[in-house]
């Protein structure tokens, strides 16, 4: 219990609360392996590029703001904290979609964002049900018309 000011600054500013450098040894040798299979199955590369380029392309095409973004980890940024928290919610309680929300302090105020991320097993009909709740979403909380 404490002052509601002096919480919410340990919750952002606190060593114990930042982010770690530092990568696990399990983590290592999982992104190594990762490597092998990429290497050895080249035809996922092609498959994850063609996924994460439908989505940028369908996505800003709704009217989400994307930045210039070129790879699989596409950002939808939404500017508004508590709008960002509000569709991350809808979307992981209502469609079972998982993004990851950035607000400030972690990024410049104004620049809250949901960070979505593909991969070369997402059948086109994943990709498609993942864009009808965006849609939904977007148009609900007014990001897009």
Same mark, same amino acid.
């Given at each position: 219990?404490?002052?509601?000011?002096?919480?919410?600054?340990?919750?952002?500013?606190?060593?114990?609360?930042?982010?770690?450098?530092?990568?696990?040894?399990?983590?290592?040798?999982?992104?190594?392996?990762?490597?092998?299979?990429?290497?050895?199955?080249?035809?996922?590369?092609?498959?994850?590029?063609?996924?994460?380029? =439908? @989505?940028?392309?369908?996505? %800003?095409?709704?009217?989400?703001?994307?930045?210039?973004?070129?790879? +699989? /980890?596409?950002?939808? $940024?939404?500017?508004?904290?508590?709008?960002?928290?509000?569709?991350?919610?809808?979307?992981?309680?209502?469609?079972?979609?998982?993004?990851?929300?950035?607000?400030?302090?972690?990024?410049?105020?104004?620049?809250?964002?949901?960070?979505?991320? =593909? @991969?070369?097993?997402?059948? %086109?009909?994943?990709?498609?049900?993942?864009?009808?709740?965006?849609? +939904? /979403?977007?148009?609900? $909380?007014?990001?897009?018309?």
């Amino acid at each position: 219990m404490g002052e509601r000011k002096v919480l919410d600054y340990i919750r952002h500013f606190a060593p114990s609360f930042m982010f770690a450098a530092a990568a696990a040894p399990p983590c290592v040798a999982a992104a190594m392996t990762a490597l092998e299979v990429f290497q050895e199955e080249q035809w996922r590369m092609e498959t994850l590029r063609q996924n994460f380029t =439908y @989505m940028r392309d369908e996505l %800003r095409g709704m009217g989400f703001e994307l930045g210039h973004t070129q790879t +699989a /980890v596409i950002p939808i $940024y939404i500017r508004q904290d508590l709008r960002t928290l509000m569709i991350w919610r809808d979307l992981l309680e209502v469609y079972g979609i998982y993004t990851n929300p950035f607000i400030s302090p972690g990024v410049p105020p104004k620049s809250a964002m949901l960070r979505t991320s =593909y @991969m070369a097993t997402h059948a %086109r009909e994943h990709l498609d049900r993942g864009l009808e709740a965006f849609r +939904a /979403v977007g148009k609900k $909380y007014g990001v897009i018309s």
